[in-house]
């Protein structure tokens, strides 16, 4: 593993100092997709260390980078599907961080986010050729039945649905609440487990925030919620926090569970620590606006 990752690092240093010397475009992304071809494990290596960082403050230093990083290698690679959905996921990581305080950055963040992973999802035929035929995200979307397109649907929907939390008061972008509910049914559908119920959280906020002529159903967004919930133990924090902010009606009970949640020790989910850091911040950002917490 130790030299695949080194000569992976080779063949992506060889093409930025041929950027730098030659300029040759050709020989450039000969050397980015020959490192690309190899280096898919560092790829998730890279994946692995953003969502495990337990430091949110070394997180936010260090994503642009990453992101810089990654851009960088998909201007000589565009169609590369893991790389195309680790951009995303390294967006949608910053946005989650930054939206409380930025949410016109973060909402170009989730806005690029979405289009790597509609570029990913284009690798699949069928939903390629039902965007082609004019048909929206979500029908396109019922035509991804493969397990191997699990990432690049959740991390659109994650992207899309994000964006839409975000500027719910923005009609234009609201209207892809559909959408973001037919990928998560869809990813339901192939595997409900994957990323530790992500899903199942999606599910639950959709169903809470749309009105029952539109197919929200509160029975069942607490059902989602609760799926979520028993299948983490109750261990990731970030469900919780959207269970607060769309489904909770209680102003006590909603501070309360907020509290909990701040409280809640670390390392509950080492793979995933810094989605429960991620909410513990919201959560302190919460409380703060509502006057019930001091600057720490």
């Known amino acids: 593993m130790a030299s695949l990752k080194r000569k992976t690092l ?9 950027t730098m010397t030659t300029g040759c475009a050709s020989m450039v992304r000969t050397g980015v997709r020959a490192g690309l071809a190899i280096g ?24 642009p980078g990453t992101i ?13 599907p893991l790389l195309l959905t ?18 016109a950055q973060a909402t170009a963040l989730y806005s690029r986010a979405t289009e790597c992973g509609i570029a990913a999802l284009k690798h699949h035929r069928r939903f390629r050729n039902a965007l082609k035929d ?5 029908e396109a979307a019922k035509t991804v ?7 690049a649907l959740m991390w659109t929907a994650t992207g899309m649905g994000a964006n839409v939390l975000l500027n719910v008061g923005d009609p234009m972008i609201a ?17 409900s487990n994957y990323f530790y119920g992500f899903a199942h959280m999606f599910m639950g906020i959709t169903n809470s925030m749309l009105p029952a002529a539109f197919g929200g159903d509160k ?24 269970f607060v902010k769309f489904y909770l009606t209680d102003e006590d009970t909603q501070l309360k569970t907020l509290r909990k949640v701040i409280d809640a020790p670390d390392g509950l989910m080492p793979d995933i620590a810094l989605m429960n850091q991620i909410a513990k911040a919201k959560a302190r950002y919460y409380l703060k606006e509502k006057g019930e917490l001091v600057d720490e």
């Open 219 to 242: 029975d069942r967004a607490k059902k989602e919620f609760e799926t979520v919930f028993k299948m983490n133990d109750g261990k990731f924090l970030l469900p919780t926090f959207f």
């Open 10 to 18: 080779y063949a992506v240093t060889i093409a930025v100092l041929l």
């Open 145 to 151: 039945k493969s397990k191997k397109f699990l990432p």
């Open 86 to 103: 680790l951009t995303a996921k390294a967006y949608i990581a910053l946005g989650f961080m930054i939206e409380d305080e930025s949410p």
């Open 175 to 191: 209207v892809d609440l559909g959408n973001v509910d037919a990928l998560v049914k869809q990813v339901n559908q192939i595997d």
């Open 134 to 138: 004019g048909s929206s995200v979500a």
């Open 68 to 80: 810089m990083l990654v851009e960088g290698l998909l201007e000589t690679s565009p169609d590369d």
């Open 40 to 63: 898919h494990p560092v790829m998730e290596d890279i994946e692995t260390s953003i969502f495990q960082q337990q430091n949110l403050e070394l997180a936010k230093a260090g994503l």
